[in-house]
Structure formats: C-alpha cells, structure tokens
C-alpha cells in the first residue's frame, strides 16, 4: 500500500501521540498534527492530507466548525474526514449522519485496531 499522509487534529496531546504512534509505527504513515481546529485547517491548506482525524470537542472551534470550513474551500473539500468523539449519544449520532464525513470512530478506541478502522472507513482496503 502506497504511504498515506493523515492529519490528526486534537487538542489533547495523549490522544495526538497515540494516534500518531499508531498510524507512523503499524501503518507508517506519515502524520501531522494539530492541536486546534484553526491550526489543522491551515495544516490542511498546506500539506494536502490523504485523509483527516478530527476531534469533535475542542476549546475555540469546536470540530464540527472546522469541518464545515474544510468542506467550504475548495482547496480542502475533497479530503475525507473521520470524526474522534467520545460522545455517543444517539441524538449526536443523528447529527453525524447528516455531515459528509467518512465516518466516525468513537473514543476511547483500540489502538490495536485503529490502523483497521481508518483503513476501512477511509476505504484504504484495496
């Protein structure tokens, strides 16, 4: 499989360095990372992602604000999202099938299976 470049936006820096230990080590991928919405979108602007990990909860722009100025430029629309929530309520569920994300992997999650999961929903398999 050909390397893949994937962003990883959160604000908390545990789930940024297990995240990015996972893809860089299991999968070796390149990752960049991001600590706000504000900073991945213009890590996403430069670098031209494969594929986004986004937190849904952070402090300023929340995720869903980010993903919504990814989705309105045109430089950035066509990079395929996966949220990282650790809510899993099922109201929150309904809004998530309304937004033109890849998918949703909800925290906390396995590392050993994370490589898998963003393979799949990011449609990496073939």
């Known amino acids: 499989m050909p390397t893949k470049r994937v962003l ?25 990372t991001a600590t ?15 594929g986004i990990l986004m937190d849904v909860s952070m402090p ?3 995720g869903l604000e980010a993903l919504h100025r990814l989705q309105a ?3 950035t ?7 990282l929530t650790a809510k899993a309520l099922s109201e929150e569920q309904e809004v998530f ?9 909800t925290k906390p999650f396995d590392p050993m299976t994370l490589v898998d ?10």
């Open 97 to 105: 099938t309304t937004l033109a994300i890849a998918g949703v992997i």
């Open 117 to 126: 999961q963003v393979t799949d929903v990011f449609g990496w398999n073939s």
């Open 77 to 83: 629309k066509i990079i395929p999202v996966i949220l």
């Open 8 to 32: 990883v936006i959160d604000d908390e820096a545990d789930i940024r360095a297990i995240v990015q230990g996972c893809l860089e080590d299991i999968a070796e991928w390149e990752v960049l």
């Open 73 to 75: 430029d045109s430089k």
């Open 36 to 50: 706000s919405g504000e900073e991945g979108i213009q890590l996403a602007i430069a670098e031209q992602p494969d």
């Open 60 to 62: 300023g722009m929340s």
